[in-house]
């Protein structure tokens, strides 16, 4: 078994910073994919930013320049810098992974907790 455990959510006002951690744990093989996507109320969850093992990145239009994904493979962690926060940021935050575990032959998907991100104005 695989669990996603995130940290670094908050309250912060507009035009500040936040940065956010997951880290992935248990019989881990490797770690292929891994990512932030958010739900708003009354909203469907969306794809914030992702990362491969390899490094190459993917953010939504709305956090480019904004916001940085990282990962440190070492630490099966992944984190989320976030700068110049707006209201509209304000959302659960869920931390995704793509793990193949120990025995297994391919690869499935987790999620974390979720962190809520609260931005005022």
């Known amino acids: 078994q695989v669990q996603l455990v995130e940290s670094g959510g908050g309250l912060v006002q507009a035009g500040g910073s936040l940065r956010l951690s997951c880290s992935a744990s248990?019989?881990?093989?490797?770690?292929?994919?891994m990512g932030w996507y958010r739900q708003a109320p009354g909203k469907q969850r969306e794809l914030v930013a992702r990362i491969t093992y390899g490094g190459s990145t993917n953010y939504a239009d709305s956090v480019k320049g904004r916001f940085t994904i990282s990962r440190d493979n070492a630490k099966n962690t992944v984190y989320l810098q976030m700068n110049i926060l707006k209201p509209e940021d304000t959302a659960v935050y869920y931390c995704y992974a793509e793990v193949s575990s120990i025995g297994s032959t391919r690869a499935s998907a987790y999620w974390g907790q979720g962190t809520q991100v609260t931005v005022s104005s």
């Open positions: 248990g019989r881990i093989f490797s770690v292929f994919v």
